[in-house]
C-alpha cells in the first residue's frame, strides 16, 4: 500500500464522460488499496475563456479579481469529480486552494507556493478511507485571504507540492500524451518516448518551451525528490495491469538513469520577440541604463547580444522578451532613449527560439556546432544564440520553427526508428 498524488490536466476532464473515465482510473489505485489524492485542471478551454472574460471586462483589469474569476475553473472540475467518485461508492472530498489551505505570495496570477498543511487530508485516509479531490492552480494568500493563482499551468505544480506536503510516494500527471518525449509529439511525429529522464533536463525542456510540466512543478519535484511520472490518462483503466509499469516517463535524480545521451531532447518557443538597439554607445553604465528599467517594469529579458564595437564608439545590441511583454518592453526603452542614447530601435516579433536540451552535454564538445552546420544548409538564417552547460538555444524566424526542430532532431539521432 502507497500514497498518491493523481493529477489530471484539462483535456481529461474536459467533459462528463471524461470525468468518469478519471474516476475509474481513481477507483483502480483505491481498489489496489492507496491512499488517493487527486488534483484537477480546469475543463479543456475553460482556463482560456474565463481569461477573455477577464481582457473583455478591462483590459486593465485588477489581478485580484482576475484570480477570482480564472481559479473557478477547478472548482467546478473538483466538485464534479467529487460527486462521479462518489456515484461509484468512493468516499471523496473536493478540496479548494483556500480550505486546505495552500498558502502562497500574493504575486496574483503568477503566485508561488509557500506551504501545505496536509494534516487534514492524511489523516482522512486513515479515519475515512476518504479521497481528497484538490481544486489546482489556486491557492491563498494569508495576509490578505484572498485566492491566488499559480500561472498558466499551475495545476502541475499544485500536484507535485500535495505530494510534497502528504508525503506521497509519487506524483502521476495524467495528461494527454503517454509521457514526455524527445520533443512535441504533436510537431515531431518522429519524437521518441523517454522512459526517464533527469530533473535537470526536463527543467531545461520545461523551462524552454515544452509546456507538458510547468516549470516550477519540476523544480518542486526536484527540491523534494519526488519521482513525477508522466502517463496518458487516455489509456483504458480495465486494461492496465496493476503489477505491470504503464508506459509512461518518470522523472527522476540523474544517477538513476543509466543510459546517457549527449542530447536528450529539443524544446521550442514561438512567444519570443526581438528588440536591437542600433548604435548604441559603447561606454561603462549602457547595459544598466537599458536593462535596469526593464527589470524594474517586472519584464523578463532572454537572450543578449552585444557586438563587439568596429570604431571603439557605438555598438549594436539585441534582447529578446517574452511575445507578450514585447509593448511594455518597446515602451520602456523608448522612454528611457534619451538616458541610452541609441539611434535606432529594429524589433521582430515572427521569431521563434529553438533549444537543444542534454546535461551530457557538459562533457562533450562541438554538439552546438554541429547544429548551426545544418541549419545554415537549410538556409535557416540564426539571430542569436545563447548557450550554458547543458542547453544551446538559437533564435530564428518563427516560420523556420517547424523545419529546424525536425533537423536537429534527427541530426541528434533522436528521431524514432
Ligand atoms: P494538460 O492539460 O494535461 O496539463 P498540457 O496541454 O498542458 O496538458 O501538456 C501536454 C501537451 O504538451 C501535449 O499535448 C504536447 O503537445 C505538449 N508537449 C510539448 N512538448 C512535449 C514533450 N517534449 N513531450 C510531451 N508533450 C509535449
Ligand atoms: N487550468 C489552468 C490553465 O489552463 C491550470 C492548468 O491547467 O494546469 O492554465
Ligand atoms: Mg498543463
Known amino acids: 500500500m502507497g500514497r498518491l498524488v493523481m493529477k489530471f490536466g484539462g483535456t481529461s476532464v474536459a467533459n ?77 472530498r473536493s478540496w479548494q486552494g483556500w480550505q486546505i489551505p495552500i498558502k502562497t505570495s ?101 523551462s524552454l518551451g515544452a509546456k507538458v510540466l510547468q516549470v516550477r512543478s519540476v523544480e518542486l519535484g526536484m527540491v523534494y525528490n519526488m519521482p513525477v511520472f508522466v502517463r496518458s490518462s487516455f489509456d483504458k483503466p480495465g486494461d492496465i495491469d496493476p503489477h505491470g509499469t504503464p508506459p509512461g516517463t518518470l522523472i527522476c535524480s540523474e544517477e538513476e538513469i543509466m543510459e546517457n545521451h549527449v542530447v536528450t531532447g529539443i524544446a521550442f518557443s514561438k512567444d519570443e520577440a526581438q528588440i536591437s538597439l542600433r548604435q548604441i554607445e559603447d561606454k561603462p553604465g549602457v547595459a544598466a541604463a537599458i536593462f535596469g528599467p526593464l527589470a524594474d517594469a517586472n519584464i523578463n529579458v532572454d537572450m543578449i547580444v552585444q557586438n563587439v564595437s568596429e570604431d571603439g564608439k557605438t555598438t549594436d545590441l539585441t534582447f529578446t522578451v517574452p511575445a507578450s511583454d514585447y509593448n511594455r518592453a518597446r515602451d520602456t526603452i523608448t522612454s528611457s532613449k534619451g538616458k541610452i542614447g541609441y539611434i535606432r530601435l529594429d524589433s521582430a516579433t515572427d521569431v521563434s527560439k529553438v533549444s537543444v536540451i542534454g546535461s551530457g552535454m557538459r562533457s562533450h564538445a562541438g554538439v552546438a556546432a554541429k547544429a548551426f552546420k545544418a541549419l545554415s544548409e537549410r538556409n535557416i538564417n540564426i539571430r542569436a544564440i545563447t548557450t550554458s552547460e547543458i542547453k544551446f538555444s538559437v533564435l530564428i524566424d518563427a516560420a523556420y520553427t517547424e523545419l529546424a526542430v525536425r533537423t536537429l532532431h534527427t541530426l541528434y539521432g533522436l528521431d524514432q526508428t
Open 16 to 92: 462528463i464522460d471524461r470525468i468518469r473515465n478519471v474516476a475509474r482510473h481513481v477507483k483502480r489505485e483505491v481498489d489496489a488499496g492507496h491512499d488517493v489524492a487527486v488534483v484537477v485542471s480546469a475543463m479543456a478551454g475553460k482556463t482560456n475563456e474565463l481569461v477573455d472574460w477577464c481582457r473583455d471586462a478591462s483590459p486593465l483589469h485588477d489581478a485580484r479579481e482576475y484570480d477570482a474569476v480564472v481559479a473557478s475553473g477547478e472548482q467546478v472540475t473538483s466538485g464534479l469529480l467529487a460527486i462521479v467518485l462518489q456515484g461509484m461508492g468512493i468516499q471523496a
Open 106 to 206: 500574493d504575486a496574483h496570477a503568477s503566485a508561488r507556493i509557500l506551504e501545505i498543511d496536509g494534516t487534514e487530508i492524511i489523516n482522512r485516509f486513515g479515519d475515512r478511507q476518504e479521497v481528497a479531490v484538490i481544486a489546482g492552480f489556486q491557492g491563498i494568500n494569508p495576509q490578505t485571504n484572498r485566492i491566488t493563482t499559480l500561472g498558466r499551468g499551475g495545476s502541475d505544480t499544485s500536484a507535485v507540492a500535495i505530494a510534497a506536503a502528504i508525503r506521497a510516494d509519487r506524483c502521476d500527471i495524467y495528461t494527454d500524451v503517454d509521457g514526455v518525449y524527445t520533443t512535441d509529439p504533436r510537431v515531431v511525429p518522429k519524437a521518441r518516448r523517454l522512459d526517464k529522464i533527469a530533473f535537470e533536463d526536463m527543467l531545461e525542456l520545461a
